[in-house]
């Protein structure tokens, strides 16, 4: 009786009490990571001068998430990847930052362990993967996860309502780790084609090819994607399917708070980010392409600059906010690149094309098409739209 006659202010307050104090999720991944995350005291708030307070008007992500929640009931369930995601981030943040001092940088088991691809294992590959999983798992809305780091995909035994399918790159770019130049962690969800149940008495491989048809996904079946980069800053960037935006994080408050709204990649820059070390081995028309660029002579008529950090976050973050190409293309060596289709190009194809941008693997849209394995590469390029439509017209020729 009291609630029916309560403000509808009031009874919005406590709808968002209510949810923040259920995040069995944040509850559950919180347990199992033991770093720990930024807290001001009551007594420090109110000590600090008054213009460092933070403002109550302040949009973190939490707050965002929620308001998207309420206009669309849809995002409800993401709220709770979302949620666990943040948390992931943040965690992976801290453990980035204090990696040269907790003796966290160099190979796994000092050398020797190797992922399905083949490529040695950094120690926070590893335990970064550790962290996404367990955050996601426990969202109850995950019945399939799929990551760089392991062989197969994981059925997900905590799922109640298992709609999502997450896929996620933990650590991209962890070969620079021990130089402490940029990383960053690229996810994905794709929302499940049919529940992932299997019968108590099938083998092993039935089990896998019945979670399979849930992962193997084009681009275009995303309903979110994102990247986290920790660098000078941590920001976390992604799409819903409704616009990009980006947030930082405040080590103050240990939020991620709205800095980057509705982003949108330039038609054109004056950027190109490839690994021109192996252009000897690429093809005649991209080379073309490249050269032109350099001397001013591609259908802008400015000569661009190169800019390339080797972590795919971080030249995508900057090709976002600047405009230009990013690409890894194929080459004599690696016919379709290095680039992972569903944890790696698709994610980040999606959040491009939100902002307005174009994605393509010199032929073909990347957001259509069909993963055959969970592990395979595509050729990639991605950026503001006019410098890939001809980047494209110099692979056709």
């Known amino acids: 009786h009291r609630l029916s006659t309560q403000s509808q202010s009031t009874k919005k307050a406590m709808k968002f ?48 998430m929620l308001e998207q929640s309420i206009k669309n009931q849809e995002n409800q369930e993401l709220e709770a990847l979302m949620s666990s995601i943040q948390i992931a981030c943040k965690t992976i943040s801290n453990l980035v930052s204090k990696s040269g001092i907790q003796d966290l940088t160099g190979m796994q ?26 955050c996601l798992r426990y969202t109850g809305k995950l019945g399939v996860i799929a990551s760089e780091e392991e ?13 999502y399918v997450a896929v996620f790159d933990p650590l ?22 049919e529940e992932c149940l299997v019968d108590d008495d099938a083998t092993l491989d039935e089990a896998r090819e019945k ?21 000078s800053s941590t920001i976390l960037v992604f799409t819903m399917g409704d616009g990009v935006n980006g947030f930082t994080l405040d080590p103050t408050i240990g939020e991620f708070v709205l800095t980057h709204p509705n ?6 820059g004056k950027i190109y980010s490839f690994n021109e070390a192996n252009s ?24 661009y600059s190169a800019r390339y950090i080797g972590s795919m976050v971080g030249d995508v973050h900057r090709t976002l906010l600047y405009g230009g190409i990013f690409g890894y293309p194929g080459d004599k060596k690696n016919p379709n690149g290095k680039l992972r289709l569903l944890y790696e190009a698709a994610p980040m194809s999606y959040i491009v094309e939100q902002a307005g941008g174009k994605s393509s693997t010199g032929v073909k849209r990347i957001m259509d098409l069909l993963p055959e394995k969970v592990h395979q590469r595509v050729p990639t390029f991605l950026g503001s739209y006019d410098d890939v439509t001809e980047v494209e017209k110099y692979l056709s020729q």
Not at 43 to 57: C, G, I, M, N, Y
Not at 113 to 128: A, F
Not at 211 to 231: D, E, F, H, K, R
Not at 288 to 300: A, M
């Open 151 to 163: 062989d197969h995909p994981i059925l997900v035994e905590e799922a109640f309502s298992s709609r």
């Open 280 to 303: 000897p081995d690429w093809d005649e028309g991209l080379r073309t392409y490249v050269n032109n660029l350099k001397e001013g002579k591609g259908e802008s008529g400015s000569k």
């Open 17 to 64: 009490h209510a949810i923040y104090f259920l995040s069995s999720a944040a509850l559950q991944c919180a347990a199992f990571i033991t770093a720990p995350t930024s807290k001001i005291s009551a007594t420090k708030l109110h000590q600090r001068p008054e213009s460092s307070v933070p403002s109550a008007s302040v949009m973190t992500l939490s707050r965002f």
């Open 172 to 193: 991209d770019g962890s070969s620079n780790i021990d130089a402490a130049i940029s990383t960053g962690t690229i996810f994905g969800i794709f929302e499940e084609k």
């Open 211 to 231: 979670c399979l048809i849930n992962t193997l996904q084009p681009g275009s079946g995303l309903v979110a994607s994102g990247y986290c980069m920790y660098s």
């Open 109 to 134: 088991g000092g050398g020797g362990s190797v992922n399905i691809q083949g490529e040695e294992q950094k120690k926070l590959d590893v335990i970064s993967n550790d962290v996404l999983k367990e």
């Open 263 to 268: 982003i949108k990649v330039p038609k054109r």
